[in-house]
């Protein structure tokens, strides 16, 4: 597709179940961020995958949140037994490294409500 | 660590009037600096974006200028319209360690009213 995608675009659940969310970067991007927007906290830096590199989890709140990047494009976003903390828009981007200080193009991102 | 502060909202203008919204940052090394912009119901788009001191950077009337002596990166804007009506996030991303991890300002609502 021509932008980021993510899904799904709204996710409501029970505390303490697992949901899985989705990014799909830009063909040919191979840098991908994951970042949290919330009322309490704003815009916060998630994990970042590189290419092949090892991701950079540096963002990750708590070890209920894992990532992971298959075959270098689609990414998915794990979270286990969510608390109500959690909910808030789950933001993707992606951006192709190499140039000056590369532009990073966000999804539409993912909102998610835990009851 | 790096930060970056943002003036509170919300701003309500009257069409026509002039812009300014205040960004300062904290980093270490040689950040390059955006503004973000989110439309009701919309993701985040990048609006312009400045990688070296002095440099300006404009789009769609907006412009801003990367002041290292003041640490700012405020966003200007000559007339508005109502079609501006949003919400702005400065934000930087200083390269250490590598990947370009925006840190973002809180956000600034506008509202143009007619």
């Known amino acids: 597709g021509a932008g980021v995608s993510q899904s799904p675009s709204n996710k409501v659940t029970e505390k303490g179940k697992d949901v899985e969310l989705r990014c799909d970067p830009i063909?040919?991007?191979?840098?991908l961020y994951w970042y949290r927007q919330s009322l309490g906290q704003g815009l916060e830096f998630l994990i970042y995958?590189?290419?092949?590199?090892?991701?950079?989890k540096s963002g990750l709140p708590s070890d209920r949140f894992s990532a992971e990047r298959t075959g270098g494009s689609v990414s998915t976003l794990t979270i286990q037994r969510t608390q109500q903390e959690d909910s808030a828009v789950y933001l993707c981007?992606?951006?192709?490294?190499?140039?000056?200080?590369?532009?990073?193009?966000f999804g539409p991102g993912t909102r998610l409500l835990v009851l | 660590g790096n930060s970056v502060t943002q003036m509170e909202g919300p701003v309500t203008l009257s069409e026509e009037a002039f812009l300014t919204i205040n960004c300062t940052y904290t980093?270490?090394?040689?950040?390059?600096l955006f503004w973000y912009v989110q439309y009701p119901g919309e993701g985040l788009q990048l609006l312009l974006k400045?990688?070296?001191?002095?440099d300006k950077g404009s789009n769609k009337g907006f412009e801003a200028t990367y002041r290292k002596e003041t640490t700012s990166f405020h966003l200007e804007k000559g007339s508005v319209q109502v079609s501006d009506s949003a919400v702005y996030f400065c934000?930087?991303?200083?390269?250490?360690?590598?990947?370009?991890?925006?840190?973002f300002g809180t956000g600034t609502q506008l509202k143009v009213e007619l």
């Open positions: 981007a992606s951006s192709f490294p190499g140039t000056s200080r590369e532009t990073q193009y």
């Open positions: 063909s040919g991007h191979t840098a």
């Open positions: 995958f590189q290419g092949n590199s090892a991701p950079d």
């Open positions: 980093a270490t090394g040689y950040p390059s």
């Open positions: 400045a990688t070296k001191a002095d």
């Open positions: 934000a930087l991303s200083a390269a250490a360690g590598g990947g370009n991890k925006l840190t």
